[in-house]
């Protein structure tokens, strides 16, 4: 029926039961299930300079980084190691 699945996540516990109804249909159909992270824009507070504002964005995107890769190795383990990043 189809070949790709998209799943949105934001690491909530809706975003984890969508994660698995996505996962189940996308197993009984064969196809590939693309994640999307979603990252909240971050907050800047008024009087911040440019390069404040790019060192937080940049603070931000590492930890947020560092957020999927631990979720993902989580659900991996989870199910059994079947999944790729």
């Known amino acids: ?40 824009e971050p907050v800047c507070y008024c009087g911040s300079t440019p390069k404040r504002e790019r060192k937080l964005i940049a603070k931000q995107t590492e930890r947020v980084e560092q957020e999927i890769n631990a979720h993902c190795l989580q659900k991996n383990r989870s199910m059994g190691g079947i999944l790729h990043r």
């Open 1 to 40: 029926m189809f070949t790709k699945n998209l799943c949105c996540a934001d690491f909530s516990e809706n975003s984890d039961h969508a994660f698995s109804y996505a996962f189940n249909l996308t197993k009984a159909y064969h196809a590939a299930l693309l994640i999307l992270y979603v990252i909240p």
